[in-house]
């Protein structure tokens, strides 16, 4: 009984952890080849509040976004 328990907990742990670290690598990439969103985005964005933004603001929106990804 204790056998079978401890056996389960061997083989549950090291999937777990086998899982989560695959998992958020294919979706880490998964996010690099389709970013949720891009420079004509945030420039759509922008104009749509009535700014006019410019190349420096988008590019400076773009790497704060994608300094936490």
Do not use: W
Not at 62 to 67: E, F, I, L, V
């Amino acid at each position: 009984m204790l056998h079978d328990i401890l056996y389960i907990l061997i083989g549950l742990i090291p999937g777990l952890i086998i899982g989560f670290v695959v998992s958020r690598i294919v979706f880490k990439s998964y996010l690099k080849k389709n970013p949720p969103i891009n420079e004509k985005m945030i420039e759509v964005m922008m104009s749509g509040m009535g700014r006019k933004p410019s190349q420096k603001q988008v590019k400076q929106i773009m790497n704060q976004m994608n300094r936490y990804m």
